[in-house]
């Protein structure tokens, strides 16, 4: 089948009253069928698999409230799970690509024409915005449709140089058996990404979804069922994840594990990926993205209310609990004064509450973890700067509500200027000039993304080499990288640098092999 060029799935207009009107009612049409009631079961080999043991998932704007389970695995069930997948990789390894991408198009299908119930299950599940939301769908079409092209356009003998007397082929071969672990914080579209990469590369997938957004990720497993996706190509197997995510990480079956969520987690599984297991035959490859601190720059000649308003947008859409979010302003001391009133104003424009909210800007954080340690983070910066905006802001009672806090005068060696928050706590820094920026903005373990302001293309270019991170923006916001468009992923502790979305990231579930004989 011929596919047509990739294209970007366009985002919603909810300024329009029709398209508002039309996912108000998918909202509260998925708000009332989710419940105690909803439940699914695990999935190994296409088998429904259940142990009397659930996960529950809490709303976070109203914790008490139950909005589904899934069925908990063991680390047994672990085992079988890479049983079954090791059969099925078997004959799906030698399905051809034509046929596995005509089936990640069907998924894709399935999650657009359903777009607005994804996204609203993540409204109630995740406390994200409708826009927030609606992008999260629209980026899982995305991931689809890009690996399914790129997976054809990798498929067959690639160029190799001519040496008279021999005929020569290089071809690219699945590896095996994939781990997908995604984070809870974009639970479909990394879920999707991370799956389909490894799926439409003839490689079969264990998906152990996050505990705080077990939901959608199920939703997802519908749709790979509904799509056709053989018995064992995918698995499904919630869990916890030192019991059951990281007996995978272990297991010899296991070739490969891609891992989406904190540095913490990150670090262990490539450790625990690294030992050989007796009966293991490979070196694992470990795929993984970790967090940042991303750092936002703005000299004197750039355009302080788009730097403002990029700023505000980066800290705290989601609540900050973004991998790419901006958790370091850091101004050149000419404007320095300037740009944080402009940025305390902005930041007093937003409007916390409850999701379901079409007007609302900042929902609820996703857990009461989350919540607890973005009010630490909040209390820190009494000591180390000066809060100028969250105390005494209002937030619901109830639910995971932490206001948005922009903390002025930070060190950059200090807790606020270092410790990844993944909370709405933006800290700003004073930099005597852009060369004082520039260090400022690299002095950190991570390398995820950041963002440079300024009308001096000189400086735009010095950034562009030296400013240590994966994805760099000049004069816009520092998150919303576009499938295809911007890869995405980080240097140094901020993960692999795997760049998800990028016409290369393939070739990390894919071995070579060059094939030799004369002519």
């Not at 389970?69 to 085992?79: F, G, K, Q, S, W």
């Not at 260090?439 to 030296?466: C, H, K, P, W, Y």
Request: glycine share 10%.
């Amino acid at each position: 089948m011929e596919y047509p060029p990739f294209a970007n799935e366009p985002l919603s207009e909810f300024s329009d009253p029709a398209r508002r009107a039309t996912f108000a009612h998918t909202l509260a049409r998925v708000d009332a069928e989710l419940g105690p009631t909803w439940s699914r079961s695990m999935l190994i080999g296409g088998e429904k698999v259940e142990t009397g043991a659930w996960l529950e998932s809490h709303d976070p704007t109203t914790p008490s409230r139950v909005v589904g389970r899934v069925a908990t695995a063991t680390p047994e069930l672990a085992d079988a799970a890479v049983a079954a997948a090791a059969k099925a990789f078997t004959t799906w390894s030698r399905v051809p690509v034509a046929e596995r991408a005509a089936l990640v198009a069907k998924v894709s299908a399935i999650i657009r024409d359903r777009r607005d119930e994804f996204s609203a299950t993540m409204v109630v599940e995740a406390g994200k915005t409708w826009g927030e939301a609606d992008a999260d769908a629209a980026e899982a079409v995305d991931f689809c449709e890009l690996y399914l092209r790129d997976a054809i356009r990798l498929s067959g003998p690639q160029p190799v140089s001519h040496r008279p007397g021999t005929r020569n082929r290089f071809i690219y071969m699945p590896m095996g058996i994939g781990v997908i672990i995604p984070p809870w914080n974009f639970p479909l579209a990394i879920t999707v990404g991370m799956t389909m990469s490894a799926v439409v590369t003839g490689n079969v997938a264990i998906v152990k979804p996050s505990s705080l957004t077990p939901i959608i990720a199920a939703k997802f497993i519908d749709a790979c069922l509904e799509a056709g996706i053989p018995d064992g190509v995918v698995n499904f197997l919630p869990g916890p994840g030192e019991q059951v995510g990281m007996r995978l990480v272990e297991h010899p079956g296991v070739r490969f594990i891609s891992f989406t969520g904190s540095r913490e987690v990150g670090e262990k599984i490539f450790a625990r990926a690294a030992v050989v297991q007796p009966g293991q035959r490979w070196l694992k490859r470990v795929v993984s993205e970790m967090g940042g601190k991303n750092a936002i720059v703005v000299d004197e000649t750039a355009d302080l209310d788009a730097a403002a308003r990029a700023a505000v947008a980066s800290a705290f859409g989601f609540g900050g609990q973004k991998c790419s979010a901006c958790s370091r302003l850091v101004a050149v001391d000419a404007i320095y004064d300037d740009l944080v009133a402009r940025v305390e104003a902005e930041a007093r424009t937003i409007r916390i509450g409850d999701p379901r909210d079409p007007d609302t800007h900042l929902g609820p954080l996703s857990s009461a973890d989350q919540k607890r340690t973005a009010e630490r983070y909040a209390a820190i910066g009494q000591a180390e700067g000066t809060v100028i905006v969250g105390p005494g802001t209002p937030v619901p009672a109830d639910g995971h509500y932490v206001a948005p806090h922009v903390v002025a005068g930070v060190a950059s060696r200090s807790r606020l200027g270092q410790e990844e928050i993944f909370g709405p706590v933006l800290s700003i820094i004073r930099a005597r000039d852009f060369d004082d920026a520039l260090a400022i903005a690299n002095d950190t373990e991570f390398g995820l993304t950041g963002a440079v302001f300024s009308q001096d293309r000189a400086r735009l270019d010095r950034a562009a080499e030296e400013f240590a991170c994966g994805n760099l923006y000049f004069n816009r916001k520092c998150t919303g990288a576009f499938v295809g468009v911007e890869p995405f992923g980080g240097f140094n502790m901020s993960g692999t640098d795997s760049k998800a979305g990028g016409h290369d990231h393939l070739l990390l579930f894919l071995q070579g092999k060059s094939i030799s004989e004369p002519e």
